[in-house]
Structures are given as structure tokens and as C-alpha cells.
């Protein structure tokens, strides 16, 4: 079993240039046919406002317009981090209307810079053609360093080798050879952001991995069972690369998935019948087992031996009270519309990402996501439910049992349809781009805008199956029990429909990506199991 593909992969690559295999970038021309000063262009600035403003770095309208805007029934990924970097150095490079309109939306929004490490790259650079070396303003070139940590590169253009091996540097190696031509170019602005994370623990555990839950983890497998009371749940781990299948979309696909549990006893039975009256209900059975000579002669049970066997059955039960156990670690929100699934991965360079995925149970996914807004989504988020006792009724044994659907998958945006119906639209006119604070020698505008990003949702080595089952007060291997029977609540979140995640920084609430699943992995090797 290989320990790399034990994640939750996303790369994204963000660069200026035309399908360069991820990212959002500007692909600069001249103006060929204009002779415009550029003073006079886009000057008169007016009051420019969007409802897609961005007021802080948590999730907001801006993060999932994109969503709503290709609302196309397919699986869907992209960056509202990498394009607000982006928007943010375009602004910096930008005058008149054109910087007004992309102020509107970007707003008051202050980037952050992130640290490096070996798992998360999150870089930006400007490479200037040597012979336009003179022609960049120097106040933008210290703009772009200060504000966003970014290198500046001189290079002939001639190929574009040395800007394939920066991109493969800081997308993890993950990257490589992802421009063919930039003879075209006078500049590049390149924002790439690429991250190669492990969950904090793997969704299911495994021999190869330190478990999430020591205490129900016997012999590699996930598993609760309580002395006395009819509970009993046990989730196997894959071998051999086999997985369970998971119907998917009205069962139209056989998808490769993962599953999880947890249970939460909060079912006082000691506390609930009264101590006296379990001692006489279980105290008159073992009476009456012993006594009936089942597995031996009949005799007839001593004070003494009733009392030391009541003893250690009323220690037992009442140890099973507040027991929470679970196969990994993850928060969740559950109503009559919507089923919310959250999990963490590991810190890394100070940054711990969340993972949390909506599914929708009424609405289809598309008509979810036109009805749906930040509110009614950042609501559900702040309602996640942590695996702890307090959280659950008491009572009653609360049972969270769960199927994930794998997937992998790449996605390009119409980035410029989709910033014009945001209201950022002179910087892609010819007529009205205002690009001076850039380059006062040469008009330019933004021809082409690219966002490719794409993500893999793993975890290999991963099997489970769940069996419950009831008893009786009676003979098991000729050894005397009482079980109690207890009420039991069981929630679904299995994600058996398309549905929306969001990938965002937990402790600043910045969306980092945004997409959804139509199609996951088609499991070609699958292995039933039921519940």
C-alpha cells in the first residue's frame, strides 16, 4: 500500500498564458490597430460598485459565483484564492475604470502571504521579456515584491523553458512542461498555488497508519461493541486495493468509496432502571439460568455468587455511559435538506485546511446551487457538530455511519465571460484598458485569462463494513449474560448525489478552492458490503 496516495491532492496552477494546464493568468499584447494616449483612456472615474464585493477573508458571494455562473451538471473545480491574488496584482498594474471596476469586487481585501514548505507552494512572479525590460514601471516592480512576495524574472522568450521550470518548482514538481510558446509575450504575471496534503488521519484506518481512535481499533479494523447492551458495529479494512461501491447519482455510476463511523452512548442504563432494579432483574435470571442446568447440573446460584457477579455487571454497563468512539476524525451538520461533511488535514507551515462537502437531499445539486448563498452555507459550517458526548441526546446511542465517493478530476473556467458578468470588463477592451501604472510605453490589454486547476480526493487502503446485532438474556458458550436493549438514533451521511465542497484555511475561513462532484471514481474492482 503506497503512504503518498493516503491524501486529499489539489493542485492548482495559475499563469498567464493560453490552456497551460491550470491556472488564471494575462496574456499581454499590443494594441495594433489603436493609437490611443493612454491618459486620455478610461479616466473619468466614476462611482463603481458590485454586489460580489469582497468585504473580509472569509467565505463570501465573490467565492461562489463561479459556481453559480457554470452551474453546468459536471465536476467542477477552481481557486477563489489564486484568482482574488491575481485580480489584486491586475489592480495594482491598473487605472481609471479598469481599476475601479476591479476594486468593486475585490474590495478591501488584504491577501495573505503564505510560507512554503515541501507540501504547500504558494508563489507569484512577473517574468519580463529582456527587451521590455525598460518599459516596466519600477514602482510596480516594488508594488508586486512588497505586496506579494513576488519574483521578478528577465528572460528572452525565445522558448519557454525557463518559465516550464519555475511553474514545475512551485507546483511541487506536479507541473512540468506546462508552456509551449511564449514568443508572443512581452510580460507574464504567473500566480501558482499548488498543495500535496495528508488528512490530519486517514479517512479509514489502516495497518500503515497510526490510528484516530486507539480504544475501538482491534487488529487494524474499527470497532464497538458494549458488555450487556445490543449494540455491536465493526468496519473492516481494505486489502489489496479493493474498495466498497457506492451507487452514485440514482445509481448510475459504481463509484470507488471510502466509509466511516461513530457512535456516541449516551444511554445511562444504570442511571435510567435504578441500580436496585437492575440487581433484581439480572439477579433473578442468573437464579434461574443456574437453575436450569442449561450447560451443567442445576444448582442453585449462593447470595455470594449473585452479588460478585452483579458487582462486575453493574461496573460493566455503567462503563459503557458516555463512550464515544469513531474511525476518524471529522464534524458534520445534518437536516432535512442537506447532509455537511468536514474533515482536516495537517497543519502545514502554521495553515490547517478543512474539507467540507454539501449535500443537498431535496434539491438536485444544480438547483441547489442557484438557490443556495454564503449565509445559508456559512450557517451550516458554524453549526459543524463535533464527535463529543455533550453534542448528542441523551438517552440514547447515537450512530453516524458514512460512504465517500473518491474522485479525480481537472477543470478549466471561462474566466473572462465570467469577470465580465462580475462588472470587471474595460481591462479586456482594446479601446478602454487602462494598464499604465504597468507600462506607460506600450497600450495593453488583457487578451486572454486562464484558470485551470485540478484535485484528487484519495485514500487508499481502506475497506468497511458494519454488522449490528441484538441478544438476549441466555446461554453464549455457556457463560450466563443479561443484554439490555437500547434505543438507538442512526444518521446517513453517506454522499450518494452530486454535491458541493469547499476547501478553506480553518482559522481565517479563506476559501482556497471551490468545486463539486457529478462523477467520482468508477470502482473497477469493488467489493460489496452492507451496513
Known amino acids: 500500500m503506497k503512504n503518498e496516495k493516503n491524501y486529499l491532492k489539489v493542485v492548482l496552477m495559475i499563469v498567464a498564458m493560453i490552456l497551460i494546464g491550470g491556472g488564471l493568468g494575462f496574456s499581454v499584447y499590443y494594441f495594433t490597430e489603436q493609437n490611443v494616449d493612454i491618459e486620455e483612456k478610461d479616466t473619468e472615474v466614476q462611482n463603481v460598485n458590485s454586489p460580489y464585493r469582497i468585504s473580509g477573508n472569509g467565505l463570501e458571494d465573490f467565492d461562489i459565483s463561479f459556481l453559480k455562473m457554470e452551474n453546468n451538471n459536471k465536476n467542477m473545480i477552481y481557486s477563489p484564492l489564486s484568482i482574488k491574488y491575481a485580480l489584486a496584482m491586475l489592480s495594482e498594474g491598473s487605472k481609471g475604470i479598469s481599476k475601479a471596476q476591479i476594486d468593486a469586487v475585490i474590495g478591501d481585501y488584504q491577501g495573505r502571504k503564505y510560507m512554503?514548505?515541501?507540501?504547500?507552494?504558494?508563489?507569484?512572479?512577473?517574468?519580463?521579456?529582456?527587451?521590455?525590460?525598460?518599459n516596466?514601471?519600477?514602482d510596480y516592480i516594488n508594488t508586486l515584491k512588497d505586496?506579494?512576495?513576488?519574483?521578478?524574472?528577465?528572460?528572452?522568450?525565445?522558448?519557454?523553458?525557463?518559465?516550464?521550470?519555475?511553474?514545475?518548482?512551485k507546483t511541487l514538481g506536479l507541473i512540468p512542461n506546462m508552456l509551449d510558446d511564449v514568443e508572443n509575450n512581452l510580460f507574464v504575471l504567473v500566480n501558482a498555488l499548488a498543495i500535496d496534503m495528508d488528512w490530519k488521519y486517514v479517512i479509514q484506518p489502516d495497518g500503515d497508519h497510526e490510528f484516530y481512535d486507539e480504544d475501538h481499533v482491534f487488529g487494524g479494523d474499527f470497532y464497538v461493541s458494549y458488555p450487556h447492551e445490543t449494540y455491536d458495529l465493526w468496519i473492516g479494512a481494505i486489502k489489496n486495493d479493493h474498495y466498497p461501491s457506492?451507487?452514485?447519482?440514482?445509481?448510475?455510476?459504481d463509484a470507488k468509496a471510502v466509509q466511516f463511523a461513530a457512535i456516541i452512548n449516551n444511554c445511562d442504563i444504570v442511571g435510567e432502571l435504578g441500580e436496585g432494579n437492575i440487581r433484581k432483574t439480572v439477579g433473578?435470571?442468573?437464579?434461574?439460568?443456574?437453575?436450569?442446568?442449561?450447560?451443567?447440573?442445576?444448582?442453585?446460584?449462593?447470595?455470594e455468587e449473585v452479588t460478585e457477579y452483579l458487582n462486575d455487571y453493574i461496573k460493566s454497563i455503567g462503563s459503557n455511559y458516555k463512550d464515544v468512539g469513531s474511525s476518524t476524525d471529522f464534524k458534520f451538520y445534518n437536516d432535512d435538506k442537506v447532509k455537511v461533511f468536514a474533515k482536516e488535514l495537517k497543519e502545514y507551515a502554521g495553515i490547517t485546511l478543512e474539507y467540507i462537502g454539501i449535500m443537498p437531499k431535496k434539491l438536485t445539486l444544480e438547483e441547489f446551487i442557484k438557490s443556495t448563498n454564503t449565509?445559508?452555507?456559512?450557517?451550516?459550517i458554524s453549526n459543524l457538530k463535533e464527535i463529543e458526548s455533550e453534542n448528542f441526546s441523551k438517552g440514547k446511542l447515537t450512530e453516524i455511519t458514512g460512504h465517500i465517493p473518491l474522485f479525480a478530476f481537472d477543470y478549466e473556467l471561462n474566466l473572462i465571460d465570467d469577470l465580465k458578468e462580475l462588472g470587471i470588463v474595460?481591462?479586456?477592451?482594446?479601446?478602454?484598458?487602462?494598464?499604465?501604472?504597468?507600462?506607460?510605453?506600450?497600450?495593453?490589454?488583457?487578451?486572454?485569462?486562464?484558470?485551470?486547476?485540478?484535485?484528487?480526493?484519495?485514500?487508499?487502503?481502506?475497506?468497511?463494513?458494519?454488522?449490528?446485532s441484538s441478544g438476549d438474556a441466555g446461554n453464549d458458550a455457556c457463560m450466563f449474560d443479561y443484554f439490555y436493549d437500547i434505543p438507538i438514533e442512526k444518521i446517513d451521511l453517506t454522499f450518494d448525489n452530486p454535491y458541493l465542497f469547499l476547501i478553506r484555511d480553518k482559522d481565517s475561513g479563506e476559501v482556497w478552492f471551490v468545486g463539486n462532484v457529478y462523477e467520482p471514481t468508477v470502482n473497477n474492482n469493488s467489493e460489496s458490503n452492507e451496513w
Open 136 to 138: 516596466i514601471n519600477k
Open 246 to 253: 457506492l451507487a452514485f447519482n440514482d445509481k448510475k455510476i
Open 147 to 169: 505586496k506579494f512576495n513576488a519574483e521578478v524574472l528577465y528572460d528572452s522568450f525565445a522558448t519557454a523553458r525557463n518559465l516550464n521550470s519555475w511553474v514545475e518548482k
Open 116 to 134: 512554503n514548505s515541501s507540501n504547500m507552494s504558494f508563489a507569484n512572479a512577473l517574468f519580463i521579456r529582456d527587451s521590455f525590460k525598460c
Open 375 to 380: 449565509q445559508e452555507i456559512n450557517m451550516m
Open 284 to 303: 433473578d435470571a442468573y437464579k434461574a439460568f443456574a437453575q436450569s442446568g442449561e450447560c451443567d447440573d442445576p444448582y442453585e446460584a449462593s447470595e
Open 426 to 468: 474595460n481591462v479586456f477592451d482594446s479601446s478602454k484598458a487602462n494598464l499604465s501604472k504597468i507600462t506607460t510605453d506600450e497600450d495593453v490589454f488583457i487578451d486572454t485569462v486562464v484558470h485551470k486547476a485540478n484535485i484528487e480526493f484519495s485514500n487508499e487502503g481502506i475497506k468497511a463494513a458494519a454488522v449490528t
